[in-house]
Nanobody, 126 residues
Framework: QVQLVESGGGLVQPGGSLRLSCAAS????????MGWYRQAPGKLRELVAT????????????VKGRFAVSRDNVSRDNAKNTVYLQMNSLKPEDTAVYYC???????????????WGQGTQVTVSS
């Protein structure tokens, strides 16, 4: 069983910072891209940032220059991989539930599957 567990959400004032973490655990042969998505009330889930296994990053235009995604890669076989999202200069429009996402192979030769975390609430308000 693979699990993605997010932490670090909360309430912050505009202009403040938060750091989200997402730890992947379980039987993982190969961890490919990891990333963050968010969903605000009444809106569709949207991409925030991704990072490949080689460290290449992509960002939504709305967060470029304010957010930074990074990851720790540990060894295969019962690996524990963690992805982070450093969020600075937060705005009220960043308020959403933030979800961690990972593309991975559980075993050698198995298909790449997408896993999601349970989500963590980020609220930016004065």
């Amino acid at each position: 069983q693979v699990q993605l567990v997010e932490s670090g959400g909360g309430l912050v004032q505009p202009g403040g910072s938060l750091r989200l973490s997402c730890a992947a655990s379980g039987r993982i042969f190969s961890m490919n891209a990891m990333g963050w998505y968010r969903q605000a009330p009444g809106k569709l889930r949207e991409l925030v940032a991704t990072i490949s296994s080689g460290g290449t990053t992509t960002y939504a235009d709305s967060v470029k220059g304010r957010f930074a995604v990074s990851r720790d890669n540990v060894s295969r076989d019962n690996a524990k991989n963690t992805v982070y999202l450093q969020m600075n200069s937060l705005k009220p429009e960043d308020t959403a539930v933030y979800y961690c996402n990972a593309d991975l192979q559980r075993y050698f030769g198995s298909p790449v599957s997408v896993y999601w975390g349970q989500g963590t609430q980020v609220t930016v308000s004065s």
